[in-house]
């Protein structure tokens, strides 16, 4: 009797069982398909001779060295502040701006209070992107009972904009804008208010032939017109 219940109790649990319904519970938030962008800031802090806008030869060597090594790359978010009078500012300014032009890095301009006296500091953000792990099929595709997305939905968009991206730092915040150039924006509007816009002369154009409607000239051949008859 004993044996008999005993395989009544586990007849009945795998029925309740079968009767489950599957997992239905599945968010989008187990597996987000985006991708992810880590900043690392570090700081570089240059050395002008006393009143003058030449680097220390070492400082110059240095940032150099930086660039060789991949310390500082293209992509790399890229700032620049420097010390002293307007005019020397200035002027110390575009000779770090040169060296860094050289390897296709243009710094923006920051102004910091916390700067020594020669001195001048490069901030470089660099950021790191990592994809999402795709293909995701963590949900079951064929058990969807709530109507949400496949969880590898997004998947494709993520991982193309993470492989196409120039400057991986561009996904964690927009650039500033620069300052329009002021006299070419105002003449432009100018010219078009005034009527001014000089249209292509017709004789740049080229010549533009029409099509004949005369038939073409016959050549001879077998029964046809020979040339001089």
């Known amino acids: 009797m004993r044996i008999n219940r005993l395989s009544i109790a586990a007849i009945t649990v795998l029925a309740l069982a079968a009767c489950r319904p599957p997992i239905t519970e599945y968010t989008e938030s187990e597996a987000i398909n985006r991708v992810s962008v880590d900043t690392m800031p570090s700081r570089l802090d240059l050395r002008f001779a006393a009143g003058s806008d030449r680097l220390t030869a070492g400082d110059a060597g240095r940032l150099h060295q930086l660039v060789a090594s991949g310390a500082l790359r293209r992509a790399d978010r890229v700032t620049l502040t420097v010390s002293g009078p307007p005019r020397l500012a200035e002027a110390r300014a575009a000779t770090v701006r040169s060296e860094l032009l050289r390897y296709g890095i243009v710094p923006t301009p920051l ?35 709530t109507n949400a997305r496949s969880s590898n939905f997004g998947c494709a968009d993520a991982t193309n904009l993470g492989h196409m991206v120039a400057n991986p730092a561009d996904l964690a915040s927009g650039r500033p804008l620069g300052d329009a150039d002021a006299v070419t924006a105002v003449s432009a ?35 046809g017109p020979t040339p001089g008859s």
Do not use: H, M
Request: hydrophobic fraction near 35%; glycine fraction near 8%.
């Open 189 to 223: 509007v100018t010219r078009y208010y005034q009527d001014k816009i000089q249209l292509p002369a017709a004789a740049t154009l080229g010549p533009i032939q029409a099509p004949s409607s005369a038939p073409p000239p016959a050549t001879g051949g077998p029964g």
């Open 111 to 145: 102004q910091e209070a916390a700067i020594g006296p020669d001195r001048a500091a490069i901030g470089i953000t660099r950021a790191l992107v990592t994809l999402p792990r795709c293909p995701n099929w963590s949900a079951e595709p064929n058990s969807d009972f």
